[in-house]
């Protein structure tokens, strides 16, 4: 069974930086992407990076040029840099591999069917 689990959730200053780690343990097909998700309450769910087989990533607007999302393939290891952190980005991360395009992984509010999930990992930014 695969199991995903993150690690690094802490609470920060507002323009602080974090960098969320999820450790991948058992087989993940090499086609699935891996991804973070986040949730806050009374907020939707949704993608905040992902990154494919090939290296390619996506961000969600919110945070695209604060936030990278990189892999080290040998330490089956997935990473969230997160920077100029914002209150807003105060929410439970979850770490997922998701079998689909990076297009087809940005509409989507969770996993289900399609992948794993890890058991989150939460973020607060004061400010």
């Known amino acids: 069974q695969v199991q995903l689990v993150e690690s690094g959730g802490v609470s920060v200053q507002a323009g602080g930086s974090l960098r969320l780690s999820c450790a991948a343990s058992g087989y993940i097909f090499a086609s699935y992407c891996m991804g973070w998700f986040r949730h806050a309450p009374g907020k939707v769910r949704a993608v905040v990076a992902a990154i494919d087989s090939n290296g390619s990533t996506s961000y969600a607007d919110s945070v695209k040029g604060r936030f990278t999302i990189s892999k080290d393939n040998a330490k089956n290891t997935l990473y969230l840099q997160m920077n100029s952190l914002k209150p807003e980005d105060t929410a439970m991360y979850y770490c997922?591999?998701?079998?689909?395009?990076?297009?087809?992984?940005?509409?989507?509010?969770?996993?289900?069917?399609?992948?794993?999930w890890g058991q989150g990992t939460q973020v607060t930014v004061s400010s």
């Open positions: 997922a591999a998701v079998k689909g395009s990076l297009a087809t992984i940005a509409t989507m509010t969770w996993v289900g069917d399609f992948g794993y």
